[in-house]
């Protein structure tokens, strides 16, 4: 195994030292959180601690992305 | 250019998530409230078969119709929670927005649930020691098994059975965070929380025998 094949293992089973909000707070500040985003507002300065979080909890990364996915679908529409 | 384009549409959602109003008829009553919820049911199945589309690939073994009852049942479940908490819509967002993450919450979940309703999710106390090996070779490898023993070791010695069994499941077994709950009858929030404090036991103790990675 490669440093490289290592390092995603690490991050997920050490996290990081980064404050973070938990599921709750994620969903809470999720759609305010992608809009922000997606008008290329600094969301990590706006909505602290969401981002730390996505990168350590894959399910709440997934509705991250499939909300992002989606209202950028819609936006193009 | 494209992306400006998408950019300015979607400032505008953001700056001005007030210029849809028809939600605040489901606080009302009669005809107007019927629209609005007809209005909302749409919005969130049309979510709910984007999620379930996205992720169908975990479900091989469903028909259409089968996905289809599955986006269905999320729209379903969708509308029940964000009736319930049309009081926590604060205009952060658009409602459009607000309410799809209901519904991408609830089609995600069942297509996680779906996808491991047949499969064990075995809580092996040592599943630790499934973690991979580095092997023996260059120095760098000699670092990176080192490196491995110390997480190994802290798995070991600073989790609780109850930590250990959480990380494990959902680090190195991949079981979903959704999957793991709904066997152990806890909630997503409630074991992320566990994780969350095993990973702060497991970086003490990764930094106390010198690594950096445990920033």
């Known amino acids: 195994m490669t440093r490289r094949d290592l390092e995603p293992i690490l ?13 709750d707070g994620c969903f809470a500040a999720l759609d305010r959180y992608v809009e922000l985003e997606l008008a290329g507002e600094p969301v990590d300065a706006l909505v602290p601690g969401l981002r730390a979080h996505l990168t350590g909890c894959p399910a709440c990364a997934e509705e991250h992305a499939s909300l992002r996915a989606l209202l950028e679908l819609e936006s193009v529409a | 250019m494209a992306g400006s384009d998408t950019n300015s549409v979607v400032s505008v959602l953001a700056t001005a998530p007030a210029l849809e109003e028809w939600h ?11 629209a609005a919820v007809a209005r909302l049911h749409a919005l969130l199945l049309r979510a709910a078969r984007f999620e379930v589309f996205r992720r169908r690939a975990s479900l091989p073994q469903l028909s259409a119709a089968e996905l289809e009852e599955l986006a269905q049942d ?15 819509f604060r205009g952060e967002s658009s409602f459009r927005t607000w309410a799809y993450k209901f519904a991408l919450l609830e089609a995600a979940v069942k297509v996680r649930r779906r996808a491991w309703r047949d499969r064990e999710v075995t809580l092996a106390p040592d599943g630790w020691s499934n973690l991979p090996h580095a092997g023996a070779g260059p120095e760098a490898r000699a670092v990176d098994a080192a490196l491995l023993d110390a997480v190994r070791d802290g798995i070991r010695e600073t989790l609780t059975p109850r930590q250990r ?13 959704d999957v793991l709950a709904e066997r152990l009858g806890s909630s997503r929030n409630a074991l992320y929380k566990v994780l969350h404090d095993a990973r702060r036991r497991l970086r003490a103790h990764v930094a106390a025998a010198g690594y950096a990675e445990a920033r």
């Open chain 2, 24 to 34: 605040l008829d489901l606080d009302g009553q009669g005809a107007r409230r019927e």
């Open chain 2, 165 to 177: 069994e959480v990380l494990v499941a959902l680090v190195l077994e991949g079981v979903p965070i």
């Open chain 1, 11 to 23: 991050r997920q089973l050490l996290g990081s030292d980064e404050p973070e909000v938990d599921c």
């Open chain 2, 74 to 88: 999320a729209a379903g479940d969708a509308a029940v929670s964000v009736l319930r908490r049309l009081g926590d």
